[in-house]
Structure formats: structure tokens, C-alpha cells
């Protein structure tokens, strides 16, 4: 699992990366519900986890990436737009979330 650090103004929301059945789930399955809800299981590990996602809509898609955006509310009261990347990496679909987009 692969996890770093990124600052949304004064706040920092660990991003969270997870292999998704190591090659068994390509990016072209997914829709933004779906990786929508792997953001909120990989969130459950973290400081700050996300407790509901609404309103998920894709904003980018090729065939090895898709990116989405979403209503979250998270564990500390926040009310926030999440970001959303699903990709491939080393033959595995990872899922990736923010609270700034992705460059």
C-alpha cells in the first residue's frame, strides 16, 4: 500500500493508494461509484476516514486511468469535495483519493 502526505489548505488528508485483486479489476470496469467506495474502505485505515460519498461524477477517462470527483462528509465534520484516481500501476488497478486535484 502505498501512502503519502498532501496538505489541503490548512488540513492534511493522507492519500491512499490500494491494489484492487492485483489485475483481476481493470480500470475500464470502474465507474466513479465504484471507486468512490474502495476511497471510502482505504479512508477506514486513516486519521480522517470518509464516512459517505454522493454525488460521484467522472471528470477524465483514458484506458488506464479514470478520474472522478465527489461530495464527502468525513470523520471530523467536514463537508468536502473528494478527487478520485483509478489506475494502472505494475499491472494492478489502484485507487487513489484527495482533497485537491490530482496534476
Known sequence: ???????????????????????????????????????????????IKIQNVTNSRETSRTDAEARCSADATLSDGRNTTLYLRAYEENGNTMVAYQETEFQ
Open 1 to 47: 500500500m502505498h501512502l503519502s502526505r498532501l496538505k489541503a489548505g490548512s488540513t492534511v488528508i493522507a492519500l491512499a493508494a490500494i491494489a484492487l485483486l492485483s489485475g483481476c479489476v481493470n480500470v475500464s470496469s470502474l465507474d466513479c461509484s465504484e471507486i468512490a467506495e474502495q476511497a471510502k474502505t482505504i479512508s477506514q485505515a486513516q486519521a
